[in-house]
């Protein structure tokens, strides 16, 4: 079964917004996030933004958009891990 963002290029992800999706995949807040990787909060939610724009195609009508974006790393960074 192919992932939804196979069809949006993983690879336009940067490292960093990869690294901000997987706290965000974990209910990590903003503010925490900042605080984990030691950067300001309007970091975070300009990376937070870009992932969103990124994804913008694959929403899902019944999720909230951060819990979908949460579903979506999930299935295209840890295919295998069991859920």
Known sequence: MTSQ???NRLY???????EVWGYVSKGYANPHIAQLMNVSCKSIERHVCAIYNKTQHVRH?????????AL????????????
């Open 5 to 7: 963002l196979e069809t």
């Open 12 to 18: 336009e992800f940067t490292p960093r917004e990869i």
């Open 61 to 69: 009508p019944m999720y909230q958009p951060r819990v979908w974006m």
């Open 72 to 83: 979506q790393y999930r299935e295209a960074i840890c295919p295998s891990e069991e859920r």
